[in-house]
């Protein structure tokens, strides 16, 4: 099941050269850039490991670019997404999020129900991939 | 889709190169070149060479006959103050008219900046540094720094590697120039055979003549709004050939710290001597005594003096 989170998810895999391009319209937007990858896809898993500092002073993204590809070396069977932080007041929040990497097989989700007092139940969804050890999953 | 798919694009059959030349804007900064760059003759021409060259590969490019982007990498060696940093400036600013860097900004660095002080601490730096000057110009100063042959575990070799590896497998995002003093710079480049083979471009700075210098001074002191009166034209020359004899003689820059303590003599000597109202002439002229005062005239620094006492 292919994940859908952040923008352009329903689209095909964006080549570097798109990559490029959305990363410089955030730069010439003043957001700082940053790589972040992780192997846990939960929807509600938002803290993702750091691939280096945010790029605050990069004028060009060829160095977001650049970046995604050494992270793709180090952790290429994991997801890895490109974020844009608006650092202005008032907004202090991410206003970029794609992926740009993931995993050749994704296992997908599993609802999972708990039994409550009364006939309650209530629903959760739990990824395949993550039964397995951090590390070990998506091989 | 495979690349026999894809429609290949209308291809000019001829291309002018004047008009190239005028709509690129390259004109502009070599005319300012010449005009805001007093000497350095055979850099100019060099630069109005590679100029040509690029101009010439962009219609080529346009006409499908070349595919492979140019080495743009450059080294620039010549005695201290003799403008290699304006130049590298104005480089980045033409090989951007021409499309050849993104955004044309220079990055400076020195060895500092590049190695680190610890294990592990020297990639970071480096790819830190390279990553600001994606798209635009890196300026190594004093590169012959980056290699310690006296120190086997020094960390400078892993930011040459580095260097090597982005030079070679970005050479569309950034153009690296390496500056320094040609003797020094030629150990560098025999000691590192994998940057001379990267560089294509070699530019050699002259050091200035006597009457290019006092031509550079009077064009400080007149964006300072200064002015030298006529004894102080002639002291002023006689300083610089004095000067260019004494040791740490670094040209232009030289000529910059001489005008400043002039100005500060010039600013002594009205402050003291000065009884009435002073004009605008007065305020912003340099006599003959502010020049003279100069340490210069009277056989160089107290240290060297010192120094070559001492040697007899």
Partial sequence: MRLTQGQFSFLPELSDDDIRQQAQYAIDNGWAVSVEYTDDPHPRNTYWEMWGHPMFDNPDAAAVVFEVNECRKAHGSKYIRVLAFDATAGWESIRMSFIVNRPADEPGFRVVRQEGEGRIVRYTIESYAAREPEGRRYA | ???????????????????????????????????????????????????????????????????????????????????????ANRMANLLHRLGYVRKGHLVTVTRDDLVGQYIGHTAPKTKEVLKKAMGGVLFIDEAYYLYRPENERDYGQEAIEILLQVMENNRDDLVVILAGYADRMDRFFDSNPGFRSRIAHHIEFPDYTDAELLQIAEVMLNQQNYAFDPDARAAMAAYITARRGQPHFANARSIRNALDRARLRQANRLFNAAAGPLDATALSTITDPDIRASRVFRGGLDVDRTRSRAAE
């Avoid at chain 2, 290949?8 to 291309?15: F, H, M």
């Avoid at chain 2, 350095?40 to 962009?58: C, F, M, S």
């Fill in chain 2, 1 to 87: 889709m495979t690349d026999a798919q894809t429609p290949t694009p209308d291809r000019p059959a001829t291309v002018d190169l004047a008009a190239a030349y005028e709509a690129s804007g390259v004109k502009d900064v070599l005319n300012e070149m010449d005009s805001t760059m007093i000497g350095l003759a055979p850099v100019k021409g060099r630069i109005r060479e590679t100029a040509a060259l690029l101009l010439v590969d962009q219609a080529r490019r346009q006409m499908g006959l070349a595919t492979e982007t140019p080495t743009l990498h450059m080294s620039f060696t010549g005695n201290p103050g003799t403008g290699k940093t304006s130049v």
